[in-house]
Structures are given as C-alpha cells and as structure tokens.
C-alpha cells in the first residue's frame, strides 16, 4: 500500500467562517461524548468464492470516527470489503479487529436500495433498525427522533409506496441511525438519485456523520462524491489497496473548486491507466 497523499488548500481565506463553524461543532460533539465512533485494523484479509480471490492481503487501520470513501472499478472487491466489515460475510483468510468489542447494534449498512418494507407504515420501517430493542418502551420515540434527524418527522404515518426515491433512502437512513451505530458502512447508497437529490443526501450524509461522531465508510463509483464527502480515499485494484489519499480540506467543501478538481482528477487518472493495463493484459 502506498504512502497517503495529502492535498491541502491553496490561498485559504483566514476569516472564513467554515472554520468557526467546525470548532463549534467539536465543541458540540465533544460534550456529547462524541469519538463514538470505533477504529478498526484489518490484517491481510483475503476472501475468495471459489477460484475467484476477490481480495487478496488487505491491511488497514482506520481510526475512530474517520469517513472513508473507497473506490475503484467494478468487480475490484469494493463491496466485499465492506460486507466483512459489517459481518454480512466470512472472510477467507485474515482478521478484522474493532477497538471495543462490538455489539449488533454498533455496525449497521446503508445499501443502494432502501429496501423498505412495503406492508409497514414509514415510522415502523425506522423501528426495525432497532432490532431486539424494538420492544423497549422508548422505542417509538427514539424512532421519531431518527425521522427528524434526516428532516421526514411528518411523514412517520405514510406507506413507503408514496414517498420519493430521496425520501426512501432517507428512511433508510433513520433506519440505519436510530440504534446510534458506532460504524456506518454505506453501499453506494446514492447511485440510483438523480444529481440534485444526490447532492442534497450527500450533504445531509456529512452533517449526520459530524454531529453524531461514528466511523463512516462509503463505497461508491462517483470519485466526485467521494473527495466531497470523505477525510480519505482508498483505490481498491485487483483486490488490493493501490492508494491511499488524505483530504485537508476545510468543511463545508466548495464543489467545484479547484482543490477539489486537483484530487478528484489524480484519482481519476489512476482509475483509467488502470483500466488500460487490464486491457492490455
């Protein structure tokens, strides 16, 4: 795995406002408890189906409450990685260590779809998140508070079958929220959003992952989406980890700008020369 690449802002304005806006929200986050989120060091991690060795000798460490973005081309072991992180898959070969012991709770998965339940109105698809604790007395309640939080507080007594394809993944953000995991782990959950929803679920990604502190992890094709969102971008390639980016860049990012385009565009270049040695191959 090669050395993190670190981009930084050129001519940053020293009164720009971001800045007061971020240390208020550490302050926030801090007396909140935050570093919620759990670190977690994976060592030679291979998996395989069959003959087919999908990944093959990950090692990574991320620390608590980090967002990583991880991208690369199809079939490149993005998803997979992710799967046994989450615990949805059994790993062929090496280990995945958490830096407390994880409970059910604490790991929870924001797929492409929804994948709401048709049958259940929109409050009770959010209590399902809640797995056994869905008894408890406040389960309801903590529900509701999971709906506000992604701004669908009125939309708690609806079918899912009259809701927007933005407003059902937003469910299905309440739902991966209400057990206030410690590690969320998004599966290209954008890709099916036409461009302004997607910007508008990107945005409403950032401030849940910065008020609530866990550690996020987003596979997805879109590079640009990507830098936007994340601390750290890892190309995955041929079941391996090919790069590692660091991103300093102040929040709220300006989508456009040049810094941005600067790393967007290095990823990219990687990505299709890449490409270009698979085909020669």
């Known amino acids: 795995m090669q050395q993190a690449l670190r981009f ?5 304005d020293p009164v720009d406002r971001s800045e007061f806006i971020e240390q208020a929200r550490q302050l926030r986050r801090g007396s909140e408890g935050a570093a919620r989120g759990l670190s977690l060091t994976i060592r030679d991690l291979r998996k395989s189906f069959g003959d087919n060795e999908v990944l093959r000798g990950i090692d990574l460490h991320i620390p608590a409450g980090q967002f990583v973005a991880i991208v690369g081309r199809s079939g490149c072991g993005k998803s997979t990685l992710l799967r046994l992180i989450a615990g949805l898959e059994k790993a062929t070969a090496g280990s995945i260590a958490f830096s407390e012991e994880v409970r ?8 492409q779809e929804p994948r709401l339940l048709p049958w259940a109105r929109v409050l009770s698809n959010v209590e399902v998140g809640l797995g056994r604790d869905r008894a408890s007395a406040d389960a309801q309640a903590r529900a509701e508070r999971a709906l506000l939080e992604v701004g669908l507080g009125d939309k708690r007594g609806q079918w899912p079958s009259v809701l927007s394809g933005g407003q059902k993944q937003r469910v299905a953000l309440a739902r991966a929220l209400v057990s206030r995991p410690r590690v969320l782990a998004f599966d290209e959950p954008l890709g099916a959003l036409d461009a302004l929803t997607r910007i508008s679920m990107q945005q409403m990604l950032e401030r849940v992952w910065r008020d609530q502190g866990f550690t996020a992890m987003l596979v997805t094709h879109d590079v640009a989406e990507a830098v936007a969102l994340a601390e750290r971008v890892l190309v995955i390639e041929d079941g391996r980890i090919a790069e590692d ?4 860049l102040p929040r709220p990012r300006r989508r456009g700008s040049a810094e941005l385009a600067a790393l967007e565009g290095t990823i990219l ?4 020369e890449g490409s270009e040695e698979t085909s020669d191959l």
Do not use: C, I, S, Y
């Open 269 to 272: 270049k990687h990505l299709l």
């Open 104 to 111: 059910a709770q604490d790991v929870r998965v924001m797929f």
């Open 245 to 248: 980016f660091a991103v300093d």
């Open 8 to 12: 930084q802002p050129v001519d940053a």
